[in-house]
C-alpha cells in the first residue's frame, strides 16, 4: 500500500525531471543508430600494394581479381618490397601480395606456385582477417569443400552486435540510473526523512526499482524496434523468451545499481565505481571477443559474470532461434545473481546507524 | 606561490581522502592492461567444434585426430543425425561442425561432400575458424592420399608485420592511454571544478584576491600529475608484463602524450565553464567523452571499416589522433615525421579549446 | 561622513521575479550596518552584487570608489565574504580548512588567531576531523573562523549566525566590535533580532525594496509588526502525569567520544518540551536516538512505550519527525508531499485529499498547492514540513530546529501551529537556538557537553538563576562548563 504512493511519487519526479526522460528516449535511439556501424569489425576495403615480379596473364588475373573482391581495394603496385613497406609504414597501404618472378610458369609446370604476404599485424584482427581473405582468394578456385555460415549467412557483423548491443543500454539506463538516484537523495537529506517514517526497507527498494524495471521494457521495445526498422532483425525465437530474460536481467542489474550506491557517498563516487565494474563486466562478457579464446583462469572469472550469461541469451534467442529449454542453463545462473544482488540491495539500505 | 601550493594540496586531500576513487583510479589501468592483455584476444582457440559421422572409419577418425590435436580445435560431440547438430548450435554448445558424409571412406576420400559448417553469429570468427579447419583438414587428406597439399593450390607464405606472435596485445595500448588520460584529466577535472559550483565554495574563492582563472587552472594541476603517474604505470606495465617494447622514440612518445594531456585538460576546464551540475558534467563527459573515445580510439574496434559519416566525426575525438599517433611511435617505431599531421591536429584542438574557454569562463556567477 | 559603499537605483530579475527593485542605499566606513529583512527579500542578490558576483541590471554601486562592474579585481582585493550558504570542504579537516581559506587570503593562521580564539577554542577539539563529520552548528562556527580569519577593509557577511548557540554568537559580535575598532566595514544580515540591535544602522528590506534605513531601534519600532511580534501566550490544561517518553541513562559515543553522556528524562503527555543545548552538545544525536534513527550506546529509552533499541519501527509509526535540514522533496508540488507522506504513514486514501485541503487552508497554502516546494520561501516550507509531520496525527513529533533562518513574524506564526497542535493533544519535542521561542515551551533542558544541566519550567529556571531571561540562564549554564572543560584540557 506504501509502495503506490512512493512509486507515484519516482514517476512524478521523473516526469519533472528536464533531462532524464529524455535521455531514456534518446540515448537508446542514438545507441542503436550508431554504435552497429561504429562497432563493426568487418574489415572491407583493405588497402593493398600488390608487387607483381612475373607480369605475366595469370599474375595479372589475380591482381584483377583481388582488386575486384569486395574485401580489397588495390592501392598501388609498387616495384619493390621496401618501396611497399614504406607505403605501409605510412600507413597508406594495409597488406602486401607479392607475386614472384616465374609464378605463371611454375604453375603451367604443374608445380606449385608461391606467393608472398605481408599483412600490418598492428591491428590483430585485420591483419589475421586480411591473411584469411587473401587464402580464400587464392585458393578458391580449387576449394572442393562446401561451406556452410549458419545464423548470419551474409556475414553482416552488425547482425552479430545488435542484440548484444540491447543489453549495453539495459546495463546503462537500468544499472546507473537507479544507482544515482538513491546517492541523490542521499545527497539532498531527504532519504532521513524517509527512514523516520515506517516505510520499511523493501518498501522503499521496490519503489526505488519499479519505475526503472518499466523504463528497462519500454527501452527493450524501442530497441527491437529498431532493430528491426533499421537493420531488418526480427527476434528468431520467441518474444515471451526475451521478455521473461529481460525481466530477470534487469532485476539484476537494477538490484547491483543500488548494491553499489548503497555503499556510497556521494554520486562522483557511486559513478566511478559503477563504470569501473561495468566496463570490467562488458569486456569479460564476450561482448566483442570470444569467451573461448580467453586463457582457462579469464573463463572461471567470466562464469561469475552476470552479463555474459544475458549477452548469450540475447544472441542465442535473437540469432539462433533457440527455445526456452535451450537457454535454461544461463537462466538459472541469471535468476542465483538476480536475488543475490537484490538481497545485498535490501539488506545494505540502512535506516539505523 | 604559496598560495598554488596550498590549493594542490587541498586538491590531493579531496583526492585521496576518497579511498574507492582513488583506488579505481590507480586500478583502472592496471585492470584494463592485465584484461586486455591476457583475458582478451581474438585468437582462434579451443573453438568447440561437433562432428558429424555415420562412418566410424580410420580415415574419418585421422581427420577427426588432426582437428583435435592442434590448438585451435577442441571436438567435444560426436553426432549422429544434422538434428543433433541444429540442438547443438542453439544451446550454443558448439561453434564449428564437420559433416561427413556418410561412406567418407568408400568415396576415395572425396571431398565433395565435406561440409564445414560455422556459427556465423560472429561472422569474423566464423570466417577465420572455418579457414582454419580448411587448412587443417586438408592437409590431413593429403597425409591419407599421400600426396603434396597443394597439388592444385598456390603455396603461400605469409608474414606478420610489426606484430610477429599476432597478439591484439599490440594493438590497444595507445587506445587505453588515451581513454585513461582523457578519463582522468577530462572528466575528473570538470566534476571536481564544477563541485565547487555547486557547493558553494566557488563563491568564496571568486571573492578571494586569487585571480579566479588562476583558481581554476590550479585545481586541474593534481590531474597533471596523477595522469603523469598513469602514463608510467601503463608505460611499464605494456614494456615489462606484456613484453610491448616502445620501438620509436621514447621523446616523441612522451611530447605527444604531454600535448594530449593538454588537450584533455582544456577540455575538461571547458566543460566546466559550460556546466553547472556535476550530473550534468558526469553525463557530457560519459557521453560525449568516454563512448566516443572508446568507439573511436581503435581500441576494439577498425576505424577504416566504419561508414564515412562516422569516420568523418571521429576526426573530431582527439583520442583518436593521439592513439593512431602512439601506434606509429610506438609500435612501428617510426620517426616524428610520420606523425605531423596528428601531432598538428592536436595542436590546433589545444589553441581552439583554450580560446573557447578563455571565452566561456566566467568571473562572476550566472 | 564617507560613504564606503554607494548603491544608486539597483534593479535586478532573475526571469519574471523580480529580486531588487530600484535600491539606493550608503554604507559608512567602519560602521556596523545591519540588512534585515523576511527570507527571499532580496538580502542575498544584494550581497552578492556588491561582492561582485552578479552584475546588476540597471544602477550602479561601489565599493570604496571602485564601480562594482568594472573595477570587481581591485574589489575582491579589499573584501571578505561570507555567502548564506557558506560551504566548507567536507573531506577537509577542520585545520586544513582554516589554513586554506588563510592562504588565499593572503595570510596565515597564526597572524590572526587572536581574532578567532574564542570560537575557534570551541571547535579545536576536534580539529582533525573532518568538516563532513561536525554537526550543523559547529560547521557553522567553522565557517565563521574561515570567514574571520583574515583582515578585509570591508566584510561581507550574509546570515553567519544561523544555527549557531546564543553563548557563540555573543562571542562572535564581540570578535566584529574588535574588528570595527580596527576601522573594518562590516555589512551583515541576521534573523536574529538581538543582533540586529548591535549593528550601528540597518535597512529593513522586503520585496526587493528598501523600506527605510535608520538606527536599530526606530527600524524595529517602526517595523515591528514583522520584527517584534509580541509574544505569544498559551496555557497548557491538557497536560497530565502519563510520560510518552522515558530517557534513563542514555549513553551516545562515537569512538572515544561521548556525545550523549548519561542523559535521564521523561515528557510528558501534551507537554511542549524545549530542548535546548549549545552547539555540538549532542541535541540532534540524542533526538536521532529517540526517533530510532540511531542505536544508543548503552542505557535505556521508552518512547510511547516502545524501546528504541529492538521496537524502533514501532516508534516511526507513531511520531512525527521534521529534520534540521529542510527535507521534502523540492522536485513535488505541496500537495504532492503531502500525499506521498501521508501515504507512507498509512493514512486512507480516500481520507488524503479532503484532509490536505483542510490543511492548506489552516497554513494559509491552498492557493500554493500546485507550486512546486523548491519555489516557496522558506518560511512557507518550514510550515508545509510542520504540517506534513502531523499529519498523520500522532501523538508525538519532534521538530529539530525547524525555524532556523527566517523572520520573527513567520517564526511567531510557526508557533502559533504548534500551540494548535499541542491544543489537539500531540507531544512536541523542539529543539531551537531562539530564546525567545524556548519561553514559548511548558518545560526546557540545556545540555551541555552530552549532559543535562537543568530542566524545568522556563519560569522556574529564571529564578532559580537569578536571571531577567532565558538567554542569561544559557549564558551561565554554558559559559560555566566551557571554562571547566578549558581547563580539564589545559591540565
Redesign the interface.
Known amino acids: 500500500?506504501?509502495l503506490?504512493?512512493?512509486v507515484?511519487?519516482e514517476f512524478?519526479?521523473l516526469k519533472?525531471?528536464s533531462f532524464l526522460p529524455r535521455l531514456i528516449l534518446i540515448f537508446p535511439c542514438m545507441l542503436m543508430l550508431v554504435i552497429p556501424w561504429a562497432t563493426t569489425q568487418e574489415i572491407k576495403d583493405l588497402r593493398i600494394s600488390i608487387i607483381d615480379n612475373d607480369h605475366s596473364p595469370s599474375s595479372q588475373r589475380l591482381t584483377r581479381q583481388i582488386a575486384a573482391s569486395r574485401y580489397f581495394q588495390l592501392k598501388n603496385t609498387p616495384k619493390t618490397y621496401s618501396e611497399a613497406l614504406s607505403f605501409v609504414e605510412r600507413d597508406e597501404t594495409d597488406i602486401i601480395l607479392e607475386i614472384p618472378n616465374g609464378f605463371e610458369k611454375e604453375q603451367v609446370n604443374g608445380r606449385q606456385a608461391s606467393v608472398f604476404i605481408a599483412a600490418n599485424a598492428v591491428n590483430g584482427s585485420k591483419g589475421i582477417l586480411g591473411n584469411s581473405y587473401l587464402q580464400q582468394i587464392l585458393s578458391s578456385p580449387k576449394s572442393a569443400y562446401s561451406l556452410r555460415y549458419l545464423f548470419n549467412p551474409t556475414l553482416d557483423y552488425k547482425v552479430f552486435m545488435v542484440p548484444a548491443l540491447m543489453t549495453m543500454i539495459l546495463v546503462l539506463l537500468c544499472g546507473f540510473l537507479p544507482a544515482l538516484n538513491v546517492v541523490s537523495e542521499k545527497e539532498?537529506?531527504?532519504i532521513?526523512?524517509?527512514?523516520?517514517?515506517?516505510?520499511?526497507r523493501l518498501t522503499f527498494t521496490l519503489a526505488k526499482l519499479l519505475p526503472y524495471w518499466i523504463i528497462g521494457f519500454i527501452v527493450l521495445n524501442l530497441c527491437m524496434f529498431f532493430a528491426w526498422l533499421v537493420y531488418g532483425q526480427i527476434p528468431e525465437g520467441s518474444v515471451g523468451t526475451i521478455y521473461l530474460a529481460t525481466f530477470v536481467f534487469i532485476l539484476l542489474v537494477s538490484g547491483f545499481g543500488l548494491v553499489i550506491s548503497n555503499h556510497s557517498a556521494t554520486m562522483q563516487q557511486a559513478m566511478f565505481v559503477m563504470w569501473f565494474c561495468m566496463l570490467v563486466f562488458i569486456l569479460m562478457s564476450g561482448l566483442f571477443t570470444p569467451i573461448n579464446s580467453m586463457p582457462q583462469w579469464a573463463q572461471l572469472i567470466t562464469r561469475i559474470n552476470p552479463l555474459r550469461y544475458f549477452m548469450e541469451i540475447m544472441r542465442m534467442v535473437y540469432l539462433k532461434g533457440s527455445a526456452f529449454r535451450d537457454i535454461l542453463p544461463q537462466m538459472g545462473m541469471l535468476a542465483v545473481f538476480a536475488i543475490l544482488f537484490n538481497t545485498w540491495a535490501v539488506f545494505s539500505y540502512k535506516?539505523?546507524? | 606561490m604559496?598560495?598554488f601550493v596550498?590549493?594542490i594540496r587541498?586538491e590531493f586531500?579531496?583526492i585521496f581522502?576518497?579511498r574507492r576513487t582513488t583506488l579505481i583510479l590507480i586500478g583502472m589501468p592496471i585492470t584494463q592492461i592485465i584484461l586486455f592483455g591476457f583475458a582478451i584476444s581474438t585468437e582462434v582457440k579451443n573453438v568447440q567444434t561437433a562432428i558429424l559421422s555415420n562412418s566410424p572409419d580410420i580415415e574419418t577418425r585421422h581427420v577427426i585426430d588432426r582437428l583435435d590435436a592442434s590448438e585451435y580445435f577442441t571436438i567435444k560431440y560426436i553426432v549422429h543425425s544434422s538434428e543433433e547438430l541444429n540442438e547443438l548450435f542453439r544451446q550454443n554448445k558448439i561453434e564449428l561442425a564437420i559433416a561427413f558424409p556418410d561412406d567418407f571412406n568408400k568415396q576415395r576420400l572425396d571431398t565433395e561432400n565435406l561440409q564445414i559448417i560455422a556459427d556465423a553469429t560472429d561472422p569474423n570468427q566464423a570466417i577465420i575458424r572455418s579457414t582454419y579447419a580448411n587448412g587443417i583438414i586438408s592437409t590431413a587428406l593429403a597425409e591419407l592420399r599421400q600426396t603434396s597439399p597443394g597439388e592444385h593450390l598456390t603455396l603461400v607464405h605469409s608474414r606478420l608485420l610489426y606484430n610477429p606472435r599476432m597478439q591484439s596485445t599490440y594493438n590497444f595500448v595507445p587506445g587505453i592511454m588515451g581513454l585513461i588520460l582523457m578519463l582522468i584529466c577530462a572528466m575528473m577535472t570538470s566534476i571536481s571544478i564544477v563541485r565547487e559550483k555547486e557547493?558553494?565554495?566557488m563563491?568564496?574563492?571568486?571573492?578571494?584576491?586569487?585571480?579566479a582563472l588562476f583558481v581554476t587552472l590550479s585545481k586541474a594541476v593534481p590531474y597533471f600529475v596523477l595522469s603523469l603517474l598513469n602514463l608510467a604505470t601503463i608505460l611499464l606495465l605494456s614494456v615489462f608484463v606484456l613484453k610491448v617494447p616502445v620501438a620509436g622514440s621514447l621523446a616523441t612518445l612522451l611530447g605527444i602524450s604531454l600535448l594530449f594531456i593538454f588537450v584533455s585538460l582544456a577540455l575538461g576546464l571547458f566543460i566546466s565553464c559550460v556546466t553547472r551540475t556535476q550530473v550534468a558534467a558526469m553525463l557530457i563527459s560519459g557521453m560525449v567523452l568516454m563512448i566516443p573515445t572508446i568507439i573511436f580510439s581503435g581500441i576494439i574496434f577498425p576505424i577504416e571499416s566504419m561508414p564515412t559519416v562516422l569516420q568523418g566525426i571521429s576526426c573530431l575525438i582527439p583520442a583518436r589522433w593521439y592513439a593512431s599517433a602512439v601506434r606509429k611511435v610506438m609500435i612501428e617505431g617510426v620517426p616524428f615525421a610520420f606523425v605531423l599531421q596528428e601531432t598538428g591536429i592536436l595542436m590546433a584542438m589545444a589553441i581552439l579549446l583554450v580560446i573557447l574557454t578563455t571565452r566561456k569562463f566566467k568571473?562572476?556567477?550566472e | 561622513m564617507e560613504h564606503i559603499i554607494e548603491i544608486n537605483h539597483v534593479s535586478k530579475r532573475y526571469g519574471k521575479v523580480k529580486a531588487l527593485l530600484d535600491v539606493t542605499l550608503q554604507v559608512r566606513k567602519g560602521e556596523v550596518f545591519g540588512l534585515i529583512g523576511p527570507d527571499g527579500s532580496g538580502k542575498s542578490t544584494l550581497f552578492?552584487i556588491l561582492?561582485?558576483?552578479?552584475?546588476a541590471d540597471s544602477g550602479t554601486a561601489t565599493v570604496n570608489g571602485w564601480n562594482t562592474a568594472k573595477d570587481?579585481?581591485q574589489i575582491?582585493?579589499i573584501?571578505?565574504?561570507?555567502?548564506g550558504?557558506?560551504?566548507?570542504?567536507?573531506?577537509?579537516t577542520v585545520k586544513?580548512n582554516l589554513?586554506?581559506?588563510a592562504?588565499?587570503?593572503?595570510t596565515t593562521v597564526a597572524a590572526h588567531y587572536e581574532q578567532i580564539r574564542e570560537i575557534y577554542e570551541q571547535i579545536a577539539p576536534f580539529r582533525d576531523r573532518?568538516a563532513g563529520a561536525l554537526s550543523g552548528g559547529m560547521k557553522q562556527k567553522l565557517a565563521l573562523c574561515c570567514a574571520l580569519i583574515h583582515e578585509p577593509a570591508i566584510l561581507f557577511l550574509d546570515e553567519p549566525t544561523t544555527g549557531v548557540d546564543p553563548v557563540s554568537r555573543k562571542e562572535f559580535w564581540e570578535i566584529l566590535r574588535r574588528l570595527q575598532e580596527r576601522g573594518i566595514t562590516i555589512m551583515i544580515s541576521t534573523p536574529f533580532m538581538d543582533e540586529a540591535r548591535r549593528c550601528d544602522r540597518i535597512a529593513f528590506i522586503q520585496n526587493g525594496e528598501i523600506k527605510d534605513v535608520d538606527s536599530p531601534t526606530v527600524i524595529l519600532e517602526r517595523f515591528k509588526d514583522i520584527l517584534c511580534p509580541p509574544p505569544l501566550t498559551h496555557k497548557n490544561s491538557l497536560t497530565d502525569s502519563q510520560p510518552v517518553i522515558q530517557v534513563k541513562q542514555l549513553v551516545k559515543q562515537f569512538g572515544n567520544f561521548t556525545a550523549v553522556d548519561h542523559i535521564s528524562f521523561e515528557v510528558k503527555r501534551g507537554e511542549i518540551f524545549g530542548f535546548l543545548g549549545a552547539n555540538g552538545a549532542g541535541k540532534t544525536t540524542a533526538m536521532r536516538i529517540l526517533?530510532?534513527?540511531?542505536?544508543p550506546t548503552s542505557g535505556e529509552a521508552l518512547v510511547m512505550g516502545y524501546d528504541v533499541r529492538t521496537q524502533?519501527?514501532d516508534i516511526?509509526?507513531h511520531?512525527g519527525?521534521m529534520?534540521q535540514?529542510?527535507?521534502?522533496?523540492?522536485?513535488?508540488s505541496v500537495r504532492?508531499n503531502i500525499?506521498?507522506?501521508?501515504?507512507?504513514?498509512?493514512v486512507p486514501d480516500k481520507d488524503i485529499a479532503p484532509r490536505s485541503d483542510q490543511t492548506l487552508h489552516r497554513i494559509g497554502l491552498f492557493d500554493e498547492r500546485d507550486t512546486?516546494v523548491k519555489e516557496l520561501p522558506l518560511g512557507w516550507k518550514q510550515r508545509l514540513a510542520f504540517s506534513i509531520s502531523i499529519f498523520h496525527e500522532p501523538r508525538l513529533v519532534f521538530l529539530d530546529e525547524p525555524t532556523g533562518g527566517v523572520d520573527p513574524a513567520t517564526r511567531r506564526q510557526f508557533w502559533q501551529f504548534i500551540y494548535h497542535a499541542a491544543d489537539q493533544g500531540i507531544t512536541i519535542f523542539v529543539t531551537t537556538h531562539y530564546m525567545d521561542e524556548a519561553e514559548y515551551c511548558d518545560r526546557i533542558s540545556i545540555m551541555v557537553d552530552g549532559q543535562i544541566k537543568a530542566l524545568d519550567t522556563p519560569a522556574n529556571l529564571k529564578r532559580r538563576f537569578t536571571a531577567k531571561d532565558l538567554d542569561e540562564v544559557f549564558q551561565q549554564l554554558t559559559r560555566n562548563a566551557t571554562n571547566l572543560s578549558k581547563q580539564n584540557h589545559e591540565s
Do not use: W
Open positions: 500500500m506504501k503506490r504512493y512512493l507515484e511519487k512524478k519526479q519533472r525531471n539532498s537529506g531527504t532521513e526523512q524517509i527512514n523516520v517514517t515506517p516505510a520499511s535506516k539505523q546507524k | 604559496k598560495q596550498a590549493f587541498k586531500y579531496h581522502r576518497d557547493t558553494g565554495t563563491e568564496v574563492l571568486l571573492v578571494s584576491p586569487m585571480n568571473n562572476r556567477l | 552578492r561582492t561582485t558576483l552578479l552584475l570587481f579585481k575582491r582585493r573584501v571578505g565574504y561570507m555567502p550558504k557558506f560551504s566548507l570542504y567536507q573531506d577537509l586544513e589554513e586554506f581559506f592562504t588565499i587570503f593572503h573532518q526517533c530510532g534513527l540511531s542505536r524502533s519501527e516511526k509509526r511520531i519527525y529534520s535540514k529542510f527535507s521534502l522533496y523540492e522536485d513535488l504532492e500525499r506521498l507522506f501521508a501515504g507512507i504513514y498509512g512546486l
